[in-house]
């Protein structure tokens, strides 16, 4: 109970003037108050205002009217009835990490490349796997669906620990971690959990690629303690198409694109999504000792395959192409991958290159080859080479 004591005054001016300094006293305590969220505080109008017209007079009614209506806007849960008052909820935000690059980067290239392939390639892909969250984004939505809150955060940490203030209900978390500096990766449909997704930034034809992490989650909060743990697992993988010309002779003039992968990913099913028109996401390029590699960030593909191909021969889970430039000619190579690429796993593939840039066929990978690739035959790719 929050008890304001006054002095009565027989003189008429003098219960004005202690009037004037009550009224600013409860004024300023009402801000107080209101500033402060101080929920727990319970101020009765009904005694207050006895006080006031005992000391000041009826005049002093008129205002009380106004002061109670002040306050019940500057302090609509300071009330006896604390039912519907909001209060602070901690969320720790941590992110699951099961990759072990170097793991996955040795046991396919060991014995095949030279060793400082291989350091190279793990330095490569190393962001994609970062045990750290980057930029988040978040929405709360209620029991009907709702936006009670969205909002971004920056971050640079392995967790995160963020107040929110929230009034009690059951709410459905949507959150998502990405570098939005690298910016390959964004939030769309925030005023809806129904279209809530998250997916690349980009909406090119072509998808320059970038290497870098992604986490999202969603996940359902009743909030019945302050504190609620909130573990994001993570949704992008990282290729590494590895390729050691069989003559010795480094790779000339070359470019690599990745296809049929998830467009976007959707938070209300938790599920990636694959229909309408898919990305194709334009491989970065590094060379080292006479091994040329292909690295490229994307979301998963389908656990289901799907024949592609113009023959009905091949199946795969999702492809690559690969443009490799011989003398005058491009030689074009589509390379089907029979197992599926998964989130949150690094796929490295090693393959061998004939002189007249013919992709050889691997373990789990079928290539079908075009000698003398002309532009123009294909979808709509801006083939650099």
């Known amino acids: 109970m929050l008890n304001l004591k006054v002095n009565k005054a027989s003189d008429t001016s003098l219960q004005g003037q202690n009037a004037c300094n009550f009224i600013s006293c409860y004024l300023k305590t009402l801000v107080n108050l209101f500033s402060c969220q101080l929920v727990t505080c319970k ?32 302090t609509s849960c300071i009330n006896e009835d604390l039912s519907g008052c909001g209060k602070n909820y901690m969320i720790v935000y941590r992110i699951l990490v099961k990759a072990d690059v170097t793991k996955a980067v040795e046991e396919e290239l060991e014995g095949k490349v030279p060793v400082s392939v291989i350091d190279t390639l793990e330095t490569i892909l190393a962001p994609a796997f970062e045990s750290k969250i980057s930029d988040m984004t978040f929405a709360f939505f209620n029991r009907l669906g709702k936006a009670e809150k969205i909002g971004s955060h920056i971050v640079d940490n392995e967790y995160y620990k963020v107040v929110f203030y929230l009034p009690p209900d059951g709410y459905t978390l949507y959150s998502s971690s990405f570098d939005k500096e690298k910016n390959l990766f964004a939030v769309a449909g925030e005023e809806s959990p129904h ?40 949704l ?17 003039e070359a470019s690599a694109f990745v296809r049929n992968t998830a467009s976007h990913f959707l938070h209300s099913d938790s599920t990636f999504v694959f229909d309408g028109k898919l990305p194709v996401i334009h491989a970065d390029r590094a060379d080292k000792d006479g091994i040329t590699a292909f690295c490229a960030v994307s979301l998963p593909s389908s656990e289901v395959s799907t024949t592609k191909s113009d023959d009905d021969v091949h ?42 840039g013919e992709v050889v066929e691997g373990p789990e ?15 709509e790719l801006d083939v650099e080479i």
């Open 43 to 74: 101020l009765s109008l009904r005694n207050l205002s006895k006080e006031i017209l005992y000391l000041t007079g009826g005049w002093a009614a008129r205002c009380l009217a106004c002061l109670c209506l002040a306050g019940s806007v500057l």
């Open 195 to 234: 279209i809530y997704k998250l997916g690349y930034s980009s909406s090119s034809d072509t998808i320059e690629t970038v290497m870098t992490n992604l986490f999202s989650v969603k996940a359902q909060l009743e909030l019945t303690a302050d504190t609620a743990d909130v573990i994001m697992p993570q």
């Open 236 to 252: 992008n993988s990282a290729i590494a198409l590895v390729l050691k010309p069989r003559s010795g002779k480094p790779l000339g």
């Open 315 to 356: 199946s795969s889970y999702w492809e690559m192409d690969v443009y490799i430039k011989v003398d005058d000619k491009i030689t074009k190579n589509v390379l089907y991958m029979e197992t599926p690429l998964r989130a949150g796993e690094p796929e490295v593939i090693y393959l061998e290159v004939n002189d007249n």
């Open 365 to 379: 990978v079928a290539v079908s080859v075009e000698l003398d690739w002309k532009p123009g035959l294909d979808f």
